[in-house]
Structure formats: structure tokens, C-alpha cells
């Protein structure tokens, strides 16, 4: 199955096809975030790639288990941004945090971030990441899940206001960064060390791969 098989590769003068490193996209490639974690993933595969946020209604249904929420939402990420590049590939994805079955968002306030670090400290917790893959004239869409495990050490009172009091927490699901300052918090992970980050690299590139929409570059 080639998603892009169609589609005729420019010339290296174009845009998306500027970057040295060992992918490259043969069709246009949209990642639909706004998260530089993710934006420098696909810098990181060597991929050109153009960004366009999606804005959706991101609150919980009833009733809904945290995998059918992070599912939800990178499809329907993907399809909004799908609407605007008919002619590209869109990928979009969501991260929570799960502990003791409750989702944990990105906290709205310093205080709401201590209270999540507190109830992480000294345990074990659930990152899910959902990506979604979509391109509108084939009406193909790949969407899957990715789970890790992440052990905390026990957060002193007064470390967990020191890190608080950095920002980094504001805009983190579960008000973490494990890639930040807060990766002297985590004692273990169990599965995807990138799905903590916020995309699952193994899943994605393979998926990429198997679709042909990248490529190995050659040199």
C-alpha cells in the first residue's frame, strides 16, 4: 500500500525536500501540533514538514477510557487539518497521563501542576500516545496507541516547588517533561521512552514506512 503513489517527487528545489537527513517524504508531509517535542522528532528523521495546529474540543466524554480519548483525538486532529491539505499527509497525535484509571491533562495553574506531581511522586503511571495518519483523496486513515509504563522517585515537597516554580510543567500532560528538567523525577520506564515525550518513533516511522509516504534518503 503506497499512499503516495500517485504523487510525483519535485525537485530538491522544492520546500519540503530540503533537509539531509535519513528520511525524506515523497508526498507533503503536515504534522498537526504545535509541540516542538514532536516538530523536532521529524527535524531529528531529516523530514521537511509543514505545521498547522489543530484546534478541537478536547474535553473528555462521559464515560470514556483514556485509550478511546487519545484515539479520538488524533483522528479528529488529523481530520480537521486534513480539510485545509487535501493533498498531503497529515499526522497528528495526543499524549495523557493515566494514574489509577484518571486522566491527567495539562494543568491549568502552578497549583493544579504541584497537586499532579504530588499524587505521581513515589508510583507508577500510564503515558498513552495516540497517532493518527490521514490523507483525504485516498480516504485512508491509520490510527494506533502506544502505552508506557513511568516510575516515579519520591518528590520532596520542596523539589516539587523548585521544578514548579520553572514553568516547564504548564504546558506538559501530567505537568512533566521527561525530556526536560523533570527527568531526574523518573526511576524506570517500561515500553517507548519517545511515547513519553509525546510520539511513539518506532510506530510511526513504521507506519510512514509501510505506507510509502517516507523514504530511506539516498546519498
Sequence with gaps: M?????????????????SKGMFQAICP????????????????????FVVAAAEID???HSGEAPTEYVVRL????AREVAIGYSDSTVVAADTIVVLDGRMLGKPATPAEAKEMLMHLSGRTHEVFT???????????EVVQAVRSEVEF???????????????????????YGIQGAAGFLVRRVVGSYSNVVGLP????????????????RAW
Excluded at 508531509?29 to 521537511?48: C, H, I, M, W
Excluded at 519520591?154 to 506538559?172: H, Q, R
Excluded at 518513533?201 to 530511506?216: C, D, Q
Design 2 to 18: 503506497n499512499m503516495c503513489s500517485t504523487y510525483k517527487v519535485p525537485d530538491a528545489e522544492q520546500p519540503f525536500l530540503q
Design 29 to 48: 508531509l503536515v504534522l498537526a501540533s504545535a509541540s516542538p517535542r514532536r516538530q523536532q522528532f521529524f527535524r531529528e528523521l531529516g523530514l521537511d
Design 58 to 60: 478536547e474535553r473528555a
Design 74 to 77: 488524533a483522528l479528529e486532529k
Design 130 to 140: 495516540a497517532f493518527a495518519i490521514s490523507r483525504s483523496p485516498d480516504l485512508v
Design 153 to 175: 522517585m519520591e518528590i520532596p515537597l520542596a523539589v516539587c516547588e523548585a521544578y514548579v516554580n520553572t514553568g516547564e510543567s504548564l504546558d506538559k500532560a501530567g505537568a
Design 201 to 216: 518513533l518506532a510506530e510511526v516511522v513504521s507506519e510512514l514506512l509501510r505506507l510509502g509516504i517516507i523514504v530511506p
